[in-house]
């Protein structure tokens, strides 16, 4: 096998414990999962489907807190290592371009990135249904709001860490105000973060594995290896008594990341402990972040379990990359989409 590498910062500090001996998975969960307890804060009753990112000497998440009213707000937490979170009891509150207030309605499910010296957070937003909100800080104390990314129906925004070919590019999956029937993740560009266009087809929902026939949606911010672009994302199966969210891995390409280069046949993650089985949605893994040591090669996957923790998963680039050349199924190149 080639060696793969990442492409990006070092990360010393990242929440790492060592593969179970004898166990035979490429992604395996932390012991003390999961790092978020119900009633977290007085006012936060569930946290999950975060962003998190290295900052400074730590880690710094964007959560997405569920209050006692059962109603989503975005909240900013501090962690030293990435596994104990400090999380603000307050929510974040965002002011437009001019400094005015520019309070999002119904916020979830965000994800953080930080491309040249900026931190972006994208979520989803309600604006006469759902779509893509977005958001610049450079210091985590003034949160600037920017328009909306698109038009409803659109759900699962993820920004790439830099620009690609002078633009920046968003994955996201084109949705309805349910549990989507077309449920494909596309890809858009833009130079200001205002205009959007150049949209591109990505991966279709289904592939070879039934674990997510109904849908799929980008998980993780992607990312970079001498190989292509890392992406974890989720699949959906409808089955006989719930939906049930798992995660997956491909492999894009470089330059022109619309090209599916590997894709992986079966899961890496499904529910099967009580936190990811029994909670207010049963049955859910659902990738939101990653943080990388591109020294060692090592990945800490955060996800939302069950719609009430959050929980960590821990693999290598190495591990990830061997799983989807032995287990790839894009036999003849089925996922490559060329102009609309």
């Known amino acids: 096998m080639e060696d793969i590498r990442i492409i990006g910062k070092n990360c010393p500090n990242i929440p790492w414990q060592d593969k179970p001996e004898d166990y035979r998975y490429p992604v395996w969960r932390y012991s003390d999962n999961p790092i978020t307890k119900i009633n977290h804060t007085k006012n936060c009753a569930r946290i999950f489907n975060s962003g998190i990112a290295p900052y400074k000497d730590g880690f710094v998440g964007i959560f997405r807190a569920e209050h006692r009213n059962g109603s989503p707000q975005l909240h ?9 979170w400090d999380i603000d009891d307050d929510y974040i509150r965002f002011v ?17 990135v930080e491309i040249d010296g900026v931190y972006y957070i994208m979520w989803c937003t309600h604006f006469y249904g759902p779509t893509i909100g977005l958001a610049k800080t450079t210091d985590f104390k003034t949160f600037i709001r920017l328009e909306n990314a698109f038009l409803p129906y659109n759900r699962n925004g993820v920004l790439f860490p830099r620009k690609i070919n002078g633009n920046y590019v968003m994955l996201s999956r084109p949705s309805d105000t349910s549990h989507t029937p077309f449920g494909d993740v596309f890809l858009s560009e833009s130079p200001d973060l205002i205009y959007w266009g150049k949209h591109r087809h990505v ?12 849908k799929i949606g ?25 939906f049930v969210y798992s995660m997956g891995a491909a492999l894009l390409d470089i330059n022109t990341p619309s090209n599916v280069l590997y894709r992986t046949d079966g899961y890496l993650l499904t529910p099967e402990l009580p936190y990811e089985t029994v909670g207010n949605v049963p049955n859910v893994c659902f990738p939101c972040a990653a943080v990388y040591d591109a020294q060692t090669g090592r990945i800490a ?34 996922e490559l989409e060329g102009r609309a």
């Open 301 to 334: 996957i955060y996800y939302g379990a069950a719609d009430t923790y959050i929980a960590v998963a821990f693999t290598t680039v190495s591990e990830i990359y061997k799983n989807l050349l032995e287990n790839n199924h894009l036999v003849n190149g089925d």
């Open 218 to 242: 980008a998980g993780p911010i992607p990312i970079e290896t001498n190989k292509g672009w890392l992406l974890f994302y989720h699949g959906v199966v409808n089955n006989c008594n719930c």
């Open 76 to 84: 900013i937490g501090i962690s030293k290592d990435g596994l104990n």
């Open 203 to 214: 991966m279709s929902k289904g592939g070879s594995g039934w674990w997510q026939c109904l």
């Open 96 to 112: 437009d371009t001019e400094g005015k207030p520019f309070q999002p309605q119904y916020p979830y499910d965000p994800r953080l």
